[in-house]
Nanobody
Framework: VQLQASGGGLVQAGGSLRLSCAAS????????MGWFRQAPGKEREFVAR????????SYADSVKGRFTISRDNSENTVYLQMNSLKPEDTAAYYC?????????????????WGQGTQVTVSS
């Protein structure tokens, strides 16, 4: 599967952005999905994950209550709604896919990755 992330940009602190990750192919519903981010000089870190059906989600503590992951299997797309953004959310955001019912919180378990989309939050 090929993944294409989009929706990043520059936003002021307290603002919102919605990231999208479009997947190619007709088996999108076979993949659990995750979002990760990487700030300059830091390791890539888990942000959120969602199972194949969209009924299970989990989040990193740093984004819980502010970010929401969702998916539309009819559109082959996973979303990350980001509200109440903070300067520390500034990073390149990556979507990832794993061919299992539920993905993990570490990047090594994911099979496919999209290119990053840059999110910059100004103070």
């Amino acid at each position: 599967v090929q993944l294409q992330a989009s929706g990043g940009g520059l936003v002021q602190a307290g603002g919102s952005l919605r990231l999208s990750c479009a997947a190619s192919g007709r088996t999108f519903s076979s993949y659990s999905m995750g979002w990760f981010r990487q700030a300059p000089g830091k390791e890539r870190e888990f942000v959120a994950r969602i199972d194949r059906s969209g009924s299970f989600t989990s989040y990193a503590d740093s984004v819980k209550g502010r970010f929401t992951i969702s998916r539309d299997n009819s559109e082959n797309t996973v979303y990350l709604q980001m509200n109440s953004l903070k300067p520390e959310d500034t990073a390149a955001y990556y979507c990832a896919a794993r061919r299992t019912p539920v993905g993990g919180t570490t990047q090594d378990v994911y099979d496919y990755w999209g290119q990053g989309t840059q999110v910059t939050v100004s103070s």
